[in-house]
């Protein structure tokens, strides 16, 4: 079975850009299991069921949902193997700069809006710099200019990462993504799997359900 890990600040645009890529793919036979963590609640579900796909949700509630996605994930493909699913798909709302959900053996996609501070590629290191495909959306807010500065941005943190841009309302260049998802390579869940980028050593506000 394909893994593909996808992360990125909330309301970045993971969700829009993913309803583009997996519809063709879902549309070709390919059997997909789709899973989004979110935190108290979420309407993704409902907007994945309005492009034609099936999703499931995963409630995080009193911890960061980066956490979470990383302690349910092995749950999320034991189940993706029991339906006989080719590709996994986990989305996670993305809260914290410092978390990364991404494991060392799947692949792993970073989203970020183009309308986001020149400074946010740094700020969200943990998982920019550890990507395989870096996602850029909402180029169509932003001049030319912005947009290869952000690109530098990513790529100075990231030299090997592909960079793709994708329009979450019109879906332009979502099939790139969709090749990339089809291309990944096949995996076994091991015992143990490893992080690209460690958890934080200590608790934040935010990972323990604080005010």
Sequence with gaps: MRIALVGGPSAGGKTSVLRHALRPLVDGGL?????????????????????????????????????????????CWLDAED????????????????????????????????????H?????????ATADLVVLTRGELVSQAEREVFR????????????????????????????????LPSLDLLDSERLRFPVPRGDCGRCTGGM
């Design 31 to 75: 059997r997909l299991h789709l899973v989004k963590f979110d935190c108290l609640s979420g309407s993704d579900v409902a907007r994945y069921a309005h492009a034609g796909l099936t999703a499931t949700i995963r409630l995080a509630r009193d911890i960061c949902p980066d956490h979470h996605f990383v302690q349910d994930l092995g749950e």
């Design 152 to 183: 530098g941005r990513v790529l100075d943190l990231n030299p090997t990462a592909r960079v793709l841009e994708i329009n979450g309302l019109t879906g332009e260049g979502a099939r790139d993504l969709s090749r990339w998802l089809e291309a």
């Design 83 to 118: 339906t006989g699913a080719d590709l996994l798909v986990a989305e996670t709302a993305g809260l914290c700069d410092r978390c990364s959900p991404f494991l060392r053996r799947a692949g792993a996609v970073c989203v970020l809006p183009l309308t986001a501070s020149l």
């Design 120 to 128: 946010a590629p740094a700020r969200l290191r943990a998982q920019v």
